[in-house]
Nanobody, 124 residues
Framework: VQLQASGGGLVQPGGSLRLSCAASGFTLNNYAITWSRQAPGKEREGVSCISAVGTIYYGDSVKGRFTISRDVDQKTVYLQMNSLKPEDTAVYYC???????????????????WGQGTLVTVSS
């Protein structure tokens, strides 16, 4: 199982970014995928997740602004981030697991295969 996150960068408040998580070594729609983030001095938090059967989770702080999607043919999971705020600044990671229960979909501890992160900085 390998995951490669990309698409981070510097963006002004109110702007948009799309993150990509390229998956290899496994069948994407047999795994749950999470986008989690970690800001300096803070714990890692689940931002948005999609289960193997397509159930979607959003953290309260990103509801209505972020959208997760999955392209099984391209083996990629996307995170479209709109109306970005300075508090969205963090390193964003994608991770996968084949054994996530739906009630724990949003918990980073449910995932055991992590890619490297991509830094998102929201600043004017």
């Amino acid at each position: 199982v390998q995951l490669q996150a990309s698409g981070g960068g510097l963006v002004q408040p109110g702007g948009s970014l799309r993150l990509s998580c390229a998956a290899s070594g496994f069948t994407l729609n047999n795994y749950a995928i999470t986008w989690s983030r970690q800001a300096p001095g803070k714990e890692r938090e689940g931002v948005s997740c999609i289960s193997a059967v397509g159930t979607i989770y959003y953290g309260d702080s990103v509801k209505g602004r972020f959208t997760i999607s999955r392209d099984v043919d391209q083996k990629t999971v996307y995170l479209q981030m709109n109306s970005l705020k300075p508090e969205d600044t963090a390193v964003y990671y994608c991770a996968a697991s084949s054994r996530v229960i739906l009630s724990a979909l949003g918990s980073p501890s449910s995932y055991d295969n992590w890619g490297q992160g991509t830094l998102v900085t929201v600043s004017s």
